[in-house]
């Protein structure tokens, strides 16, 4: 009898073929795409008005300051910081006028942007431009400033002189009377000035001023948009006042 015949089969198969095009399709497909970004260059001056006061009378580092955007910032023709969106920051400086001389000083860094849509992102600008209703003024690097009063200061001085003068000369009836009345009430108001500090810097509720962005900032295309330009608080802006002396020596 023949032995039957064994067919042996081959294990090597070859794979089929695969598409190049369905490939890359799968790959690209499961590759997370990159966000696109919208950028604000920095330089860029966004618009803010103040909702809490801030003076150098109570203010001290670490306290909160809260704003909010007074007119859109629109980039390419497209609004990307409606107005009405929220600013928040913190005092870094407060200092208080001396007796003789130096001027009240508050220095601010403004660090999140709260958009109307809740996105919030890290931002870092320096405040310019401040609308306070005093004279307050602020410098290049952020600091605001308050007035020096020098005016007052030689006012009280020229009252209280011609007070003394007056009183000297008609207690006594002489020159020599006006003339030692006149210097001791130049003495009292020296010592009034002296006693006193100058103008606080003051920030009141409603104070306007610009954030000036430090650095680039970088917003998600995907969660910038707006169809409108927003709307701010009704919120009246300080009315305007004149430097005043503290009263208090402390």
Known sequence: MRAPSVVQQSTN??????????????????????????????????????????????????????FETVFPVIENG?????????????????????????????????????????YTVSLTAA??????????????????????DKGSDAGTVIKSTAAGAGIGGLATASPKGAGIGAGVGAAVG??????????????PRGTTLEAILDHPLRLDASKVQFTGPGQASSLPGPPNREP???KAPF
Not at 96 to 105: C, L, N, Q, S
Request: proline content about 10%; cysteine-free; charged content about 20%.
């Open 190 to 203: 020296l010592a009034s000035v002296l006693m006193t500090r100058g103008p606080e810097a003051e920030l």
């Open 244 to 246: 005043q002396r503290s």
């Open 127 to 148: 405040p310019g431009n401040a609308g306070t209703g005093g004279n307050e003024t602020t410098d290049n690097e952020g600091k605001i400033k308050g007035d020096t």
């Open 13 to 66: 198969r070859t794979p089929p073929a695969q598409d190049p095009g369905e490939t890359s399709a799968t790959k690209a497909a499961t590759q997370p795409a990159a966000s696109a970004t919208i950028e604000v260059p920095s330089g860029t001056h966004i618009p803010l008005i103040l909702h809490n006061a801030i003076s150098t009378r109570s203010a001290h580092p670490g306290d909160p300051v809260y």
């Open 78 to 118: 497209k609004v990307v910081i409606p107005a009405g969106s929220y600013v928040s920051g913190e005092v870094t400086e407060a200092k208080r006028p001396g007796r003789i001389k130096g001027r009240g000083e508050i220095r601010i860094k403004l660090t999140t942007l709260i958009l109307p849509n809740a």
